[in-house]
């Protein structure tokens, strides 16, 4: 009997509750009432405070993160480096934010920091993991459930060729660790445009802060994020290439069916 695969996040989902939903949140929900008041605006009833946005924005990916681990007793990469993330804004803004409502002057380059931080230690992490017992690159992009990889292995086995598959995986680690980090540069780049003019010193300083930080995340989903598909696929074809050089094989015998 085959074993039973733990149930996978769905993609909608985790688009929805790490990216779309906390940008909405930061961008609509920051707005102190009595800030609002003093400044003779309306508050509206979903203008819950910086504060409370930020707790909220950031309490849905770590109680989604805890709640898929709880459902599938097992650990997930992803999850835990969402969990990472998560801790760091919270942490960071935590230190950036001043007791009289303002925000100290390295906001910017600060966050661009802790932006660019993860996945410039995951494309090391990559590089260095390609002569350990687990490359990472098996848990990204050349994994069994994309591949037929005992199939591959098999017909590399027959033709001896194990240091040239070798080396076409390092080849193809390479590539794929300088997408992130092309992604570490890009975020650091998209946090100091964001934040460019910030007034860490007015009124509505953690308002912006938090408006500024919607921005980041949510451009940031699309200006690092479609490029660095491309750079992935990119990737997938010239690993797919190289495979059927070397083997003989064809994609679809390379591939698992979908």
Request: hydrophobic fraction near 50%; aromatic fraction near 10%; include cysteine.
């Amino acid at each position: 009997m085959s074993e039973k695969k733990s149930p996978q996040d769905h993609p909608l989902a985790n688009i929805l509750i790490n990216v779309i939903i906390p940008v909405l949140i930061l961008s609509y929900l920051s707005k102190d009432p009595e800030l609002q008041a003093r400044l003779g605006k309306i508050a509206k009833p979903w203008h819950i405070g910086p504060l409370k946005a930020m707790i909220l924005a950031l309490a849905l990916p770590l109680g989604y993160g805890a709640w898929h681990f709880i459902k599938t007793r097992k650990g997930n990469f992803f999850s835990a480096l969402g969990l990472i993330s998560v801790l760091l804004s919270g942490g960071l803004t935590l230190y950036l934010w001043n007791t009289n409502g303002t925000v100290k002057p390295n906001a910017g380059i600060l966050f661009g920091i802790k932006e660019a931080l993860i996945p410039l230690v995951l494309g090391i992490a990559i590089l260095t993991s390609h002569r350990s017992q687990s490359p990472l690159i098996r848990v990204f992009l050349y994994n069994d459930s994309i591949f037929d990889i005992p199939k591959i292995e098999s017909r590399v086995a027959e033709i001896s060729a194990e240091g040239e598959y070798d080396r076409l995986l390092h080849a193809a680690t390479r590539l794929f660790a300088a997408s992130f980090f092309l992604s570490s540069m890009l975020n650091l780049c998209l946090a100091q445009w964001f934040f460019r003019g910030f007034d860490t010193t007015a009124i509505d300083a953690l308002e912006k802060y938090n408006a500024t930080i919607a921005k980041v995340t949510g451009w940031g989903f699309a200006v690092i994020g479609v490029p660095i598909v491309i750079f992935l696929f990119f990737t997938l074809r010239r690993l797919l290439k190289g495979l059927e050089n070397l083997t003989g094989m064809k994609d679809d015998e390379l591939m698992l069916p979908r």
